[in-house]
């Protein structure tokens, strides 16, 4: 059984940083999909980041590019997420997610990823 679990979310104030981590299980890095996604009250979830465990491709939303990157250690089977420069807008829930079909860390778009971690709060004070 897959299981995605998120962590490392919290309050930083505007131009902090936070270091979000998910550590799966039930399954291993070789080649999968694996992404992060936000959604904020009242708004559809996002793919912020995607990338794909076996070469490292990466995907950033246009809004993050320059201040998160996204990184996995499949040795640990755990991805990353650094958020940096935060800003309040940056305010959401954050979910990790998982698919053994690679196409979706090319446009990290949710429904082409089949398992979901539980989510952890971002809240960024101005």
Known sequence: EVQLQASGGGLVQAGGSLRLSCAASGFTFDDYALGWFRQAPGKEREGVSCIRSSDGT???????KG?????SDNAK??????MNSLKPEDTAVYY????????GSRWCLAP???SWGQGTLVTVSS
Not at 58 to 64: E, F, N
Not at 77 to 82: C, P
Not at 96 to 103: F, G
């Open 112 to 114: 082409d990823f089949g």
């Open 96 to 103: 990790c997610a998982a698919d053994s079909n690679t196409y």
């Open 67 to 71: 201040r998160f990157t996204i990184s």
């Open 58 to 64: 990466t995907y950033y939303a246009d809004s993050v």
């Open 77 to 82: 089977n755990t991805v990353y997420l650094r």
